[in-house]
């Protein structure tokens, strides 16, 4: 029988390890490491999404909105790691978000989305008696960067395949994310303004990619405190700030 | 049957949309408890459990038969007293929409200032006809519908497509008491386009139609009138005209009303919010030389 010996408690996702640890979900949080380095931002102004898009083919066609999406008008979503698994997500959050308009006509806040998206992510496993939904058998292995702009002013949220979520000034995650992290850190400050914002997701976009930095290749969102509405940035746009990278 | 947490938001919020609406559940059918006894003996044809909502739905398990019966044991207890009049019809520029503003409890107006034009979303509007809350509620369910579609899809559903969706909702509870008489138009990629719907599942694309206990009333004014070549002007014109005669004759319309414009280029457009029809009555019989109080040729009896 496998129980003996100490190296197998990864087998079973709902089982603790003697250190109290689940492996399944430390192992499904090393997914979103592989994944393509994802950047989000808050300032006073607004919150700005940016994410790198692999194309792994000349062959391939950029597709359009694929890590960076809309969740509701007021709320975006960039994500990395597994992106069949995000899509399930971000789905739920869509989902909830427009029942919430239809239930208290009103927009949903950023933290109860954020919130939504996490319970689904630790409802993995065999799931509980009465539940119509068939669970994940398996942790998502992705993680979602969430912003927007709600009543309690521009918000960017993190979760994670432990069901974790966390709220960040600036935050990056996947292949890039640590090396990203250091890099934003010198340069932010909390009074930067939207646009510099921006530069800086970029600028942080360009030191951490493999590839060189193009339009087709990075995707950014920003959602203004103003106007609270998700706008996505045209490529001519993307492609003035490229022009006046360092 | 799960419906005891009526009314939870919870309930709502673990709504599966990807099923259009709440479908019949046959796998309860399996059950081998008394409650299946007795589906047995009432001989169910099927049981509706709602899977998105949790509405508190009339004893027993047979509801259409329930309903049913309900019509021969209290023969008026369902037949709910209710009036109005609203319209409808496309024209050159897109589709015209007036309707009236009174809402009636039997014989009694409980008041004269009701929005009976639904606005679903940017580019759809529905008409009240029927239950007012079966209207409000399953237009606001098709509009939720139709912003998760435009987000998963990236585009905006037809209004084919979102008034199928109303069809579909009202053939799932079909006799099940919803009580709903609607216009419902947008304008898509296609332009402007109109179809009535109502409780019996009943959806039909169209020129023109007028809904409610004055709509013959108003029927006779838009046949005699209508023309597919009409201006903006002229139909907004004619609309009101068909309005304000149907509200004359018929006691269960009246208040004011109001015009909405569906363009051909994917909006609508508010053009009247309130104009009252008592004051455009005297104005349409002084246009014919009369005072509106309907004396002429006859002696003043009181002077």
């Known amino acids: 029988m496998w129980m003996g010996s100490k190296e197998h408690y990864d087998r079973g996702v709902n089982t603790f390890s003697p250190e109290g640890r689940i492996y399944q979900i430390e192992y499904a949080i090393e997914a979103i490491k592989f994944g393509s380095t994802a950047i989000g931002i808050r300032t ?113 949220y993190q979760t994670d395949p432990s069901g974790t979520f966390l709220q960040w000034q ?14 934003i850190k010198e340069s932010y400050h909390s009074n930067m303004t939207l646009a510099e914002a921006e530069k800086l997701v970029m600028q942080t976009l360009k030191s951490v990619m493999e590839e060189k930095i193009q339009s087709d290749n990075v995707e950014i969102s ?14 001519e746009y993307v492609n003035n700030i490229i022009s006046t990278l360092a | 049957m799960d419906n005891e947490n009526f009314g939870l938001a919870k309930s709502f919020s673990s709504a599966p949309v ?15 408890d008394i ?45 709910f007293a209710k009036g109005t009049t609203t319209l409808a019809f496309e024209f050159q520029e897109g589709v015209l929409v007036a309707v009236d503003a009174r809402a009636t409890m039997g ?62 909702i009202m053939r799932q509870y079909r006799g099940q008491g919803l009580s709903m008489g609607t216009m419902f138009t947008g304008s898509d990629k296609t332009g402007a386009s109109l179809y009535y719907i109502d409780n019996d ?56 009303v109001r015009i909405y414009h569906v363009t051909n280029h994917g909006k609508w457009n508010l053009i009247h919010d309130a104009i009252d029809v008592s004051e455009l009555h005297y104005q349409f019989e002084q246009n014919k030389g009369h005072t509106g109080r309907g004396n002429e040729g006859k002696p003043n009896k009181y002077l």
């Open chain 2, 18 to 32: 990807l099923s259009i609406s709440p479908h019949t559940n046959f796998s309860q059918k399996e059950q081998t």
């Open chain 1, 170 to 183: 600036a935050r990056a995650i996947g292949s890039g994310g640590d090396t990203a992290m250091t890099y």
């Open chain 1, 44 to 156: 006073n102004e607004g919150v700005v999404l940016g994410v790198e898009k692999k194309l792994p083919s000349k062959l391939m066609e950029p597709a359009k909105s694929e890590k960076l999406v809309e969740i509701d008008r007021h709320c975006g979503c960039a994500m990395s790691g597994i992106v069949g698994d995000a899509r399930i997500l971000v789905d739920h959050a869509r989902v909830e978000a427009q029942n919430h308009r239809f239930n208290y006509a009103e927009a949903m806040s950023i933290e109860q989305i954020t919130e939504a998206v996490s319970d689904l992510a630790i409802n993995f496993g065999e799931g509980y008696e009465g539940t119509k939904r068939k669970p994940m058998a398996r942790p998502y292995g992705v993680a979602l960067l969430i912003a927007g702009v709600d009543d309690n002013g521009p918000q960017l």
């Open chain 2, 201 to 256: 599942a009943t959806r039909v694309k169209g020129r023109l139609f007028a809904v409610g206990s004055g709509g013959t009333f108003a029927y006779g004014v838009l046949d005699t009138n209508y023309r597919y070549d009409m201006s903006l002007d002229e139909a907004v014109n004619l609309g009101i005209r068909a309005i304000t005669s149907a509200t004359f004759k018929d006691s269960a319309s009246g208040g004011v």
């Open chain 1, 222 to 235: 920003i959602v203004r405190t103003d106007t609270k509405r998700l706008e996505t940035r045209t490529q």
């Open chain 2, 35 to 79: 409650e299946h006894e007795l589906n047995e003996q009432v001989g169910t044809t099927g049981e509706y459990v709602s899977e998105g909502f949790c509405f508190k739905l009339a004893p027993g398990q047979d509801q259409i038969g329930f309903m049913r019966s309900l019509k021969e044991k209290a023969p008026k207890l369902t037949d």
């Open chain 2, 107 to 168: 014989a009694f107006i409980s008041s004269n200032n009701v929005r009976k034009v639904i606005e679903i979303n940017d580019f759809l509007l529905g008409t009240m006809a029927g239950g007012a809350a079966d209207c409000m509620f399953w237009e606001k369910y098709v509009a939720m519908q139709c912003r998760v579609y435009e987000l998963r899809n990236g585009e905006k559903p037809s209004v084919a497509m979102a008034s199928m969706m109303l069809a579909s």
